[in-house]
């Protein structure tokens, strides 16, 4: 059967309907396959977190600067970011299965490679050879449960794809310190080795092949156009803290981005086989779905990389502490998926979305009271109780969404979705990162005026420490000089704490935005939608065209 990726098929078209092998509704999941779709996804992310805890090692094994070392992490986010918008059109032109076997290769391969590697460059290489596959297994994996799974069991599927994606992250840094604490840093990669050839042998035996259009053409200028215009956007958007986002490096890959983008839309809107479908936004319920997950990655990346920097550079806990402090957190995330997900299957998105999302609101506005003297245990409830919304909203959002795109779109989707996802994780991030830094400098400066040296309090405070210098044999200046050192410090350390507390309280109002959202993704909406497009795709009359 010939199958078309015009959103509107035109007369005398055959229609594209439902692929051959679409699963009829009321079939139980292939729970074999599934399983092998989640071993995929969660080694590539998990990967992609498992990393940040090994840089201080790399520095002092290969003699490299923090600048040069963050390449490692730069160089598997930009690659990665990359390849996911053309993961549609090669799922459709050599199919899914296949696809899927060769990311997982490439992914493992890359492990190889980087567990072998020599120098920061040779990593760094490695690294974006790691990410060409690991970038293209998460949308061809939830590409294909959309294929081989029913609709009406959609939900569970993806609840329990779900923990991959929401596990993996929380749980990579716990693993990664466990590993080169107690191993040696090569084993962060080549634990990939035997799982990745397990996944293969099993994706060989189990899965199936997705339906091929041998005569689809590549889109070589929108292929070109989303490459540039996501590895310029990912890189200031991760290279604007430190190089300044209002220097001519950041500002000029901006409008690259942005000139780029526009370039890219106006092709993609008049191409006949575009490399991402943009007519698909013309479905409301689809454009909210994207929208909703945009801002709930932020809700979700807010706690993962504001909380370690909270718990390792204010509390002092060592990395391997952080990691079991918020595994909980995971534990709980993990564990509501696919309860979220059974429950999506019978009602759908609204109240899913609508409790989970509040939880997450308050709780994220709860964490703006911690304090220096927050104890491991309370951060630890507060966080999992935090999870419990995350995990039953979370899944819901993506799905209402993707559950009204006809499936021989369901490729062209999926890397839309995960396009965006990566692209406001990223934005998220730096824009916290922003507004952490901007608001210490604040509190700083606030702290700095109402400290004087002349006040009695301040006087009586220096007087203290030095005696607890002198005692401890430190006199004269340096009693005097590290007595005010130590305020210095205490000032820095309380102005970072604040600063942290007014981020929560701004990612606590960004994941608010969901809310609203949650109305457009009702189960009477999304049936209603689902409905108009499969309309849409049904045979034109006899009399058309005649």
Same mark, same amino acid.
Not at 225 to 228: D, H, T, W, Y
Not at 463 to 468: D, E, P, R, S
């Given at each position: 059967m010939s199958e078309?990726?015009? %959103? @509107?098929?035109?007369?005398?078209?055959?229609?594209? +309907?439902?692929?051959? +092998?679409?699963?009829?509704? +009321?079939?139980? &999941?292939?729970?074999g396959p599934l399983l092998i779709l989640v071993i995929g996804a969660f080694m590539a992310i998990l990967d992609s977190s498992i990393v940040n805890v090994a840089l201080p090692r790399f520095m002092t094994l290969f003699g490299s600067s923090a600048e040069d070392i963050q390449w490692i992490l730069t160089g598997y986010m930009l690659t990665s970011g990359v390849v996911v918008p053309i993961t549609g059109y090669l799922g459709d032109r050599f199919g899914n299965k296949r696809m899927y076997i060769w990311s997982v290769a490439a992914f493992t391969l890359g492990s190889l490679l980087c567990g072998l590697a020599w120098s920061t460059n040779s990593l760094t290489i490695f690294r974006v050879i790691q990410a060409i596959g690991g970038g293209m297994i998460i949308p061809i994996s939830m590409s294909m449960i959309y294929r081989i799974i029913p609709r009406d069991k959609i939900g569970m599927a993806l609840g329990i794809w779900g923990i991959a994606a929401i596990m993996a992250p929380a749980i990579g840094p716990t693993l990664g310190g466990y590993l080169v604490d107690k191993f040696s840093w090569h084993w962060i990669f080549t634990i990939n &080795?035997?799982?990745?050839?397990?996944? &293969? *042998?099993? #994706?060989?035996?189990?899965l199936e092949e997705t339906p091929v259009q041998k005569d689809l053409k590549p889109d070589l200028l929108g292929i070109l156009? #989303? %490459?540039?215009c996501c590895f310029a956007l990912l890189l200031a958007l991760s290279e604007g803290q430190d190089k300044g986002w209002t220097s001519q490096y950041i500002v000029t890959l901006f409008i690259i981005s942005g000139f780029t983008l526009l370039l890219f839309v106006m092709w993609e809107l008049q191409t006949p086989n575009p490399l991402i479908d943009l007519r698909l936004l013309r479905n409301t319920v689809f454009a909210a779905s994207l929208l909703a997950t945009c801002i709930s990655t932020v809700g979700l990346f807010s706690a993962i990389f504001l909380i370690p920097i909270y718990a390792q550079n204010l509390l002092g806990y060592t990395p391997m502490e952080t990691g079991l402090m918020m595994m909980p957190m995971a534990l709980v995330t993990g564990f509501m998926m696919p309860i979220s997900g059974k429950l999506f299957d019978k009602f759908g998105a609204f109240w899913l979305g609508m409790v989970g999302m509040s939880i997450v609101v308050v709780l994220t506005y709860y964490l703006h009271t911690l304090s220096l003297d927050t104890s491991y245990r309370h951060l630890q409830v507060i966080?999992?109780?935090?999870a419990l919304g995350l995990g039953l909203a979370n899944m819901p959002l993506t799905t209402a969404g993707m559950n009204t795109i006809p499936r021989f779109l369901v490729g062209r989707a999926s890397a839309l979705n995960n396009t965006v996802r990566q692209i406001a994780a990223s934005m998220g991030i730096a824009y916290l990162t922003y507004v952490m830094m901007q608001r210490q400098t604040y509190h @700083? $400066?606030?702290? %700095?005026?109402? &400290?004087?040296?002349?006040?009695?309090? @301040?006087? *009586? $405070?220096? $007087? +203290? *420490?030095?005696?607890?210098?002198?005692t401890s044999g430190i006199s004269g200046a340096g009693s005097e000089q590290g007595s005010l050192s130590i305020i210095s410090g205490l000032v820095a350390r309380q102005s970072f704490m604040n600063a942290l507390n007014d981020t929560f309280v701004v990612s606590a109002y960004i994941v608010a935005l969901v809310l609203p959202l949650m109305f457009l993704l009702s189960k009477k909406r999304v049936e209603q939608e689902r409905k108009r497009q499969e309309a849409k795709q049904l045979p034109p009359s006899p009399l058309i065209g005649q």
């Open positions: 078309h990726h015009n %959103s @509107t098929p035109s007369p005398g078209d055959t229609p594209p +309907g439902p692929p051959t +092998g679409t699963p009829p509704t +009321g079939q139980s &999941i292939p729970w &080795i035997p799982i990745g050839i397990a996944a &293969i *042998m099993l #994706s060989l035996t189990y156009l #989303s %490459s540039v966080l999992s109780i935090r @700083t $400066a606030i702290f %700095s005026e109402k &400290i004087s040296v002349d006040s009695p309090a @301040t006087q *009586m $405070a220096l $007087a +203290g *420490m030095k005696g607890v210098l002198v």
